[in-house]
């Protein structure tokens, strides 16, 4: 049996166990996972430049867990759930279990990543989003970020997992279904593209982020309900209602750089409608037959081709540095430039810009939203919203219809860019759900720079 037909097999197998007991679904897991040591005899080598869908089997896994994320229940997840699949598979693995904020970021900065196949992060997007900056922040930024990494959902978020799987067409899945969805994943091995989009903060500091940058209710909400983490992804549901009760209007500006759409979705309208795009579909992969005795490789491309676009820095020791640029953005101290759209001084409840699907597991934001779509996904409700209409919003929300509520003081734009200028004196601006420095903050996505392990 091909590697691709016994794949085909195992896939189904596995749609089937997710919608049976648990029990079941864990068997079937371990079938699959026999099948695909099976059936995977790809052993291509790295060829720098080129994007494999396929990341080199067996390979080595470097997976870092954080054993208090979520519900504190991470190391029981792993070895309830994933170890065995590993084990069924093949696929060699180190454990790096987190101790504390800030060890991932560490370790992935100083690591001998030529050791490494793919990071994988088992934990929230909180430990991620340390990851993808580590990596940024390494002189060889650009070869690190082409480091396939994958995510296992051991937080209450796990807006990135939950997007994974909504890109791979199965039918909604949570909690321990979802983690062997990714864990299926996982010993798949497929890669593709992944867009990042660089944030400057008023400090001038820059960040990477993967998923979402919020202010006002959204952001709120976040924070404020980390507190109920211990019950699970149905503490947003929580910090909501209490938000609500207590809801604020935030003044400020917002512009913002329109992608330009020749036939994507009129602007303003929702796209849900759209089946969910498979990330692979959207990459052109074509096999590259290879040597005789090789099988032959999916090669993979973004469908952004876009060539990163870099800018040096002399620094204090006068060694240069090369940097991404970001080329769309001015200095936050100069005006926005006159091809921008400005939303003008405006009173509002959130700002929410997002570039995957999900904004946490049970929360599907953008339901067209592709990994690699070169999209920041920009929201913004203006104040006037009652109480129930904004609750309504959210509920919506959770099937991704929030957009065909007709909701006035909703308004959705797909952008390249955008800057952010908080005129109230207090609030709270989230990066991928991280607290960041409050004030002016601008924002570019750079299409497919990195790369993720999806279905
Ligand atoms: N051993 C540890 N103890 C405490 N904090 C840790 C530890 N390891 C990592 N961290 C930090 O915990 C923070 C939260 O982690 P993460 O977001 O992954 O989980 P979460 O907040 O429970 O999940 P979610 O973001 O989905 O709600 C991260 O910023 C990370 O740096």
């Given at each position: 049996?091909?590697?691709?037909?016994?794949?085909?097999?195992?896939?189904?197998?596995?749609?089937?166990?997710?919608?049976?007991?648990?029990?079941?679904?864990?068997?079937?897991?371990?079938?699959?996972?026999?099948?695909?040591?099976?059936?995977?005899?790809?052993?291509?080598?790295?060829?720098?430049g080129?994007?494999?869908?396929?990341?080199?089997?067996?390979?080595?896994?470097?997976?870092?867990?954080?054993?208090?994320?979520?519900?504190?229940?991470?190391?029981?997840?792993?070895?309830?759930?994933?170890?065995?699949?590993l084990?069924?598979?093949?696929?060699?693995?180190?454990?790096?279990?987190?101790?504390?904020?800030?060890?991932?970021?560490?370790?992935?900065k100083?690591?001998?990543?030529?050791?490494?196949?793919?990071?994988?992060?088992?934990?929230?997007?909180?430990?991620?989003?340390?990851?993808?900056?580590?990596?940024?922040?390494?002189?060889?930024?650009?070869?690190?970020?082409?480091?396939?990494i994958?995510?296992?959902?051991?937080?209450?978020?796990?807006?990135?997992?939950?997007?994974v799987?909504?890109?791979?067409?199965?039918?909604?899945?949570?909690?321990?279904?979802?983690?062997?969805?990714?864990?299926?994943?996982?010993?798949?091995g497929?890669?593709?593209?992944?867009?990042?989009?660089s944030?400057?903060?008023?400090?001038?500091?820059?960040?990477?982020?993967?998923?979402?940058?919020?202010?006002?209710?959204?952001?709120?909400?976040?924070?404020?309900?980390?507190?109920?983490?211990?019950?699970g992804?149905?503490?947003?549901?929580?910090?909501?209602?209490?938000?609500?009760?207590?809801?604020?209007?935030?003044?400020?500006?917002?512009?913002?750089?329109?992608?330009?759409?020749?036939?994507?979705?009129?602007?303003g309208?929702s796209n849900?409608?759209?089946?969910?795009?498979?990330?692979?579909?959207?990459?052109p992969?074509?096999?590259?037959?290879?040597?005789?005795?090789?099988?032959?490789?999916?090669?993979?491309?973004?469908?952004?081709?876009?060539?990163i676009?870099?800018?040096?820095?002399?620094?204090?020791?006068?060694?240069?540095?090369?940097?991404?640029?970001?080329?769309?953005?001015p200095?936050?101290?100069?005006?926005?430039?006159?091809?921008?759209?400005?939303?003008?001084?405006?009173?509002?409840?959130?700002?929410?810009?997002?570039?995957q699907?999900?904004?946490?597991?049970?929360?599907?934001?953008?339901?067209?939203?592709?990994?690699?779509?070169?999209a920041?996904?920009?929201?913004?409700?203006?104040?006037?919203?009652?109480?129930?209409?904004l609750?309504?919003?959210?509920?919506?929300?959770?099937?991704?219809?929030?957009?065909?509520?007709?909701?006035?003081?909703?308004?959705?734009?797909?952008?390249?860019?955008?800057?952010?200028?908080p005129?109230?004196p207090?609030?709270?601006?989230?990066?991928?759900g991280?607290?960041?420095e409050?004030?002016?903050?601008?924002?570019?996505?750079?299409?497919?720079?990195?790369?993720?392990?999806?279905?």
């Amino acid at each position: 049996m091909s590697a691709g037909v016994a794949r085909q097999r195992v896939e189904q197998c596995f749609r089937v166990a997710l919608v049976q007991d648990p029990i079941a679904n864990l068997q079937e897991a371990e079938r699959w996972a026999r099948a695909i040591r099976d059936a995977s005899a790809l052993q291509a080598p790295r060829r720098v430049g080129v994007m494999y869908a396929e990341v080199r089997r067996p390979c080595r896994v470097m997976i870092l867990v954080n054993p208090n994320s979520g519900r504190c229940q991470t190391m029981q997840l792993f070895t309830g759930h994933v170890q065995g699949m590993l084990t069924e598979a093949s696929v060699p693995y180190t454990l790096v279990i987190t101790e504390a904020k800030n060890h991932a970021r560490d370790v992935v900065k100083k690591a001998d990543l030529t050791q490494w196949d793919a990071l994988v992060i088992m934990s929230g997007d909180g430990l991620l989003f340390e990851v993808i900056n580590g990596l940024m922040e390494r002189e060889d930024w650009e070869q690190a970020i082409q480091t396939p990494i994958g995510i296992l959902p051991g937080g209450s978020g796990n807006a990135l997992a939950a997007s994974v799987h909504h890109y791979s067409q199965a039918p909604p899945a949570w909690n321990e279904e979802l983690l062997l969805s990714c864990g299926f994943m996982l010993c798949k091995g497929l890669v593709g593209a992944m867009d990042l989009v660089s944030v400057h903060l008023p400090s001038r500091k820059r960040l990477f982020s993967f998923l979402s940058i919020a202010w006002g209710f959204v952001a709120d909400v976040d924070i404020e309900s980390e507190k109920y983490r211990h019950v699970g992804g149905i503490r947003f549901l929580m910090g909501t209602l209490v938000r609500l009760a207590t809801l604020r209007v935030y003044q400020g500006r917002l512009a913002f750089l329109p992608v330009d759409e020749t036939s994507n979705v009129p602007k303003g309208k929702s796209n849900s409608t759209s089946p969910p795009p498979s990330m692979c579909s959207s990459l052109p992969c074509r096999h590259i037959p290879s040597s005789p005795n090789q099988n032959s490789v999916l090669r993979c491309s973004s469908r952004n081709q876009n060539t990163i676009s870099k800018s040096t820095e002399t620094q204090s020791d006068g060694q240069t540095k090369v940097l991404l640029s970001d080329s769309l953005l001015p200095s936050l101290d100069q005006p926005v430039p006159e091809s921008w759209t400005v939303v003008k001084d405006e009173d509002f409840v959130l700002v929410l810009a997002i570039y995957q699907s999900h904004l946490a597991e049970d929360l599907l934001a953008v339901p067209g939203a592709m990994v690699d779509d070169g999209a920041i996904h920009l929201f913004y409700v203006t104040a006037g919203i009652s109480r129930p209409a904004l609750l309504r919003l959210f509920l919506a929300m959770e099937k991704g219809a929030h957009l065909d509520c007709g909701c006035p003081y909703l308004v959705y734009e797909k952008v390249k860019a955008f800057r952010l200028e908080p005129l109230s004196p207090q609030g709270v601006i989230t990066v991928d759900g991280e607290t960041v420095e409050y004030g002016p903050v601008q924002a570019q996505v750079h299409p497919g720079i990195a790369r993720l392990i999806c279905g």
